[in-house]
């Protein structure tokens, strides 16, 4: 039937409602009543949630994760089951929101960053990738869609090294940091149609440069204008304006900045200065230079990082704390020493008195002896001259016996100081040993370096470097844990140690990577040293638990040229160890071949 009335089409429906015994529902009197007002019924799917859809469905995104959610909204609304489509509309806005603020998932973007770190690269090293890793860290940490962005170039940067755009930026860095201050006013007008460039010009004033702004207080309130007027600016006009006032707070900024790096430098003069004194009014106490010397080594890098002062910082708190207990040990034996020679001074003295009261009886028996007349007088004076020599015999032998056992105890104590004078150098020395393996560490390395060079210069010796890496280490950290790890560490440095000569220098360079300094070694010669501790580690099991490990390294060899820094030398071998791990592993090869 076909009604027009409303009225009578509304009554009808609430007939057949009853008549069809269905419930009441909105749904059930909009199908019936359509359809007795001969009109076709809208959808029965809400058009907002269609809209919604549509307009989800619209947006560039590739996301997997996006594109399930998407089509669970679709099921959704098919289906009718409209409890579900606000989570899900909510879920995907999440998804959207995430998929603007990143460049590059975090999982695929940490196994990409992982394997940038594992591929090595002669013009790359990992000291330079860990502190790139470490700057951007530090920099953009607090802030993840721009710490994706950093991360992301830095991947492609390790990866790609040869573009010269990569690199010759530094890492974390972008060409348009110092481009806002001299931009010509009229590059802003294609942006006039949008706020994005004043917003995120805003974000880089207020959470870029407004907090390191803490010890500058007189530029709080430049800064604070600059933002105000930042927000206003939307003409060319107003753009003409804002440039010169944001290009004086940037100088008034740098200009700052420098008087810091001054402030700096001033600071570690005088400290370098402050050490040098010290050294040469302290040139007795041999137990300081140990200190010194890597406070002073320290101070003559070019860039300081806060890494090398923390772990100067650890490893001299661990010396101070050791050497002031061998200093009081050695005051305590100061002190007996000094009394014990208190006491032999004092003896010699009773002994001199004694000898002074010895010979005045003499006299005194010598003018009795002149005055004596018969035998009975001469005889007293005899028994008395007796008694006097025997007295003096036994306080002679009394004092003997007691300057012995002083001189024993000077020499116990004179030994006792030497010991701890010794430990107290040595405690000095191990500021410059790895803690873990107890080989020598950066510094103390570089120190042998630069004298094995020095020697090799004077006498024309040859002077060889093997740096070793550990093969497959990163597989036994994840398989049998990081203790194992270090365990390996020290069993291979132990390894070393019983392969090489007493002159021969092991260091450890970095992680799993060693050197070995040999001096009056020709590269031929380290080759088939090194080789030997190869086949010497395959024939012994390293036991962790139940498991049975074989230790291996490559090893590249290279031997020193006249001219040429440490870092030359290390360098070399490390690009002939590199190629060794990619001819097998477990081999060394010689950069002189």
């Given at each position: 039937?076909?009604?027009?009335?409303?009225?009578?089409?509304?009554?009808?429906?609430?007939?057949?409602?009853?008549?069809?015994?269905?419930?009441?529902?909105?749904?059930?009197?909009?199908?019936?009543?359509?359809?007795?007002?001969?009109?076709?019924?809208?959808?029965?799917?809400?058009?907002?949630?269609?809209?919604?859809?549509?307009?989800?469905?619209?947006?560039?995104?590739?996301?997997?994760?996006?594109?399930?959610?998407?089509?669970?909204?679709?099921?959704?609304?098919?289906?009718?089951?409209?409890?579900?489509?606000?989570?899900?509309?909510?879920?995907?806005s999440v998804l959207h929101q995430r998929s603007r603020e990143l460049n590059q998932h975090w999982?695929?973007?940490?196994?990409?960053?992982?394997?940038?770190?594992?591929?090595?690269?002669?013009?790359?090293?990992?000291?330079?990738?860990?502190?790139?890793?470490?700057?951007?860290?530090?920099?953009?940490?607090?802030?993840?869609?721009?710490?994706?962005?950093?991360?992301?170039?830095?991947?492609?940067?390790?990866?790609?090294?040869?573009?010269?755009?990569?690199?010759?930026?530094?890492?974390?860095?972008t060409s348009s940091d110092t481009a806002a201050a001299e931009a010509p006013a009229g590059s802003?007008?294609?942006?006039?149609?949008?706020?994005?460039?004043?917003?995120?010009?805003?974000?880089?004033?207020?959470?870029g440069i407004a907090p390191r702004l803490l010890h500058y207080p007189d530029l709080l309130p430049?800064?604070?204008?600059?933002?105000?007027?930042?927000?206003?600016?939307?003409?060319?006009?107003?753009?003409?304006?804002?440039?010169?006032?944001?290009?004086?707070?940037?100088?008034?900024?740098?200009?700052?900045?420098?008087?810091?790096?001054?402030?700096?430098?001033?600071?570690?003069?005088?400290?370098?200065?402050?050490?040098?004194?010290?050294?040469?009014?302290?040139?007795?106490?041999?137990?300081?230079?140990?200190?010194?010397?890597?406070?002073?080594?320290?101070?003559?890098?070019?860039?300081?990082?806060?890494?090398?002062?923390?772990?100067?910082?650890?490893?001299?708190?661990?010396?101070?704390?050791?050497?002031?207990?061998?200093?009081?040990?050695?005051?305590?034996?100061?002190?007996?020493?000094?009394?014990?020679?208190?006491?032999?001074?004092?003896?010699?003295?009773?002994?001199?008195?004694?000898?002074?009261?010895?010979?005045?009886?003499?006299?005194?028996?010598?003018?009795?002896?002149?005055?004596?007349?018969?035998?009975?007088?001469?005889?007293?004076?005899?028994?008395?001259?007796?008694?006097?020599?025997?007295?003096?015999?036994?306080?002679?032998?009394?004092?003997?016996?007691?300057?012995?056992?002083?001189?024993?105890?000077?020499?116990?104590?004179?030994?006792?100081?030497?010991?701890?004078?010794?430990?107290?150098?040595?405690?000095?020395?191990?500021?410059?040993?790895?803690?873990?393996?107890?080989?020598?560490?950066?510094?103390?390395?570089?120190?042998?370096?630069?004298?094995?060079?020095?020697?090799?210069?004077?006498?024309?010796?040859?002077?060889?470097?093997?740096?070793?890496?550990?093969?497959?280490?990163?597989?036994?950290?994840?398989?049998?844990?990081?203790?194992?790890?270090?365990?390996?560490?020290?069993?291979?440095?132990?390894?070393?140690?019983?392969?090489?000569?007493?002159?021969?220098?092991?260091?450890?360079?970095?992680?799993?990577?060693?050197?070995?300094?040999?001096?009056?070694?020709?590269?031929?010669?380290?080759?088939?040293?090194?080789?030997?501790?190869?086949?010497?580690?395959?024939?012994?099991?390293?036991?962790?638990?139940?498991?049975?490990?074989?230790?291996?390294?490559?090893?590249?060899?290279?031997?020193?040229?006249?001219?040429?820094?440490?870092?030359?030398?290390?360098?070399?071998?490390?690009?002939?160890?590199?190629?060794?791990?990619?001819?097998?592993?477990?081999?060394?090869?010689?950069?002189?071949?």
């Amino acid at each position: 039937m076909t009604m027009h009335n409303p009225i009578d089409t509304a009554r009808e429906t609430l007939k057949q409602l009853t008549l069809r015994k269905l419930l009441p529902t909105p749904d059930n009197f909009e199908r019936l009543y359509c359809e007795i007002a001969g009109v076709e019924p809208e959808s029965q799917k809400s058009k907002l949630a269609e809209l919604l859809f549509n307009a989800f469905e619209k947006l560039p995104v590739t996301d997997s994760s996006y594109k399930i959610a998407l089509t669970k909204l679709r099921k959704a609304i098919q289906d009718e089951k409209w409890e579900l489509v606000p989570q899900l509309v909510m879920d995907l806005s999440v998804l959207h929101q995430r998929s603007r603020e990143l460049n590059q998932h975090w999982g695929s973007l940490i196994l990409d960053l992982i394997k940038a770190w594992d591929t090595r690269n002669p013009e790359m090293g990992q000291r330079y990738k860990q502190s790139a890793l470490e700057r951007v860290v530090a920099t953009f940490g607090n802030n993840p869609q721009e710490l994706n962005d950093k991360l992301g170039n830095l991947v492609k940067n390790w990866l790609q090294p040869e573009m010269p755009a990569a690199a010759a930026e530094p890492p974390g860095s972008t060409s348009s940091d110092t481009a806002a201050a001299e931009a010509p006013a009229g590059s802003a007008s294609a942006a006039n149609d949008s706020s994005a460039w004043r917003d995120v010009l805003e974000y880089a004033l207020r959470y870029g440069i407004a907090p390191r702004l803490l010890h500058y207080p007189d530029l709080l309130p430049q800064l604070e204008e600059v933002q105000l007027q930042l927000k206003d600016c939307s003409t060319d006009s107003q753009l003409t304006e804002f440039f010169p006032k944001l290009r004086s707070f940037l100088i008034r900024l740098e200009l700052l900045s420098q008087e810091d790096e001054r402030l700096v430098a001033g600071l570690a003069n005088l400290m370098r200065l402050m050490l040098q004194n010290v050294a040469e009014l302290n040139r007795g106490d041999s137990y300081l230079v140990g200190q010194i010397s890597s406070l002073q080594a320290i101070l003559a890098q070019p860039n300081i990082s806060i890494q090398h002062i923390y772990h100067l910082e650890s490893s001299l708190k661990e010396v101070i704390h050791k050497q002031g207990s061998l200093r009081s040990s050695l005051d305590e034996a100061t002190d007996s020493l000094r009394a014990l020679l208190d006491t032999f001074l004092s003896k010699l003295s009773l002994m001199s008195s004694g000898t002074g009261q010895f010979q005045q009886r003499l006299r005194e028996h010598s003018e009795r002896i002149r005055a004596a007349h018969d035998g009975e007088a001469l005889n007293g004076i005899m028994q008395d001259l007796l008694h006097d020599t025997a007295s003096m015999q036994d306080n002679l032998q009394s004092s003997q016996q007691e300057l012995q056992g002083a001189k024993q105890e000077v020499e116990s104590a004179q030994s006792r100081i030497r010991e701890l004078e010794n430990a107290l150098e040595a405690a000095s020395a191990k500021i410059k040993e790895d803690q873990l393996t107890g080989a020598y560490n950066r510094r103390g390395l570089e120190e042998h370096f630069t004298r094995e060079i020095s020697r090799a210069e004077r006498s024309g010796q040859p002077l060889s470097v093997a740096l070793l890496d550990v093969d497959n280490f990163k597989q036994v950290n994840d398989s049998f844990g990081h203790l194992t790890g270090d365990n390996v560490l020290k069993y291979l440095v132990d390894m070393i140690r019983h392969s090489v000569r007493a002159s021969d220098i092991v260091g450890r360079f970095g992680g799993e990577e060693f050197i070995v300094l040999l001096p009056d070694t020709a590269a031929a010669e380290a080759v088939d040293l090194m080789q030997r501790l190869q086949r010497e580690l395959t024939k012994n099991f390293f036991l962790t638990g139940s498991e049975k490990l074989v230790v291996t390294f490559s090893a590249g060899v290279a031997e020193w040229h006249r001219g040429e820094q440490d870092i030359d030398v290390i360098e070399r071998a490390d690009r002939v160890m590199y190629q060794a791990k990619l001819a097998g592993k477990n081999r060394t090869l010689s950069a002189e071949s």
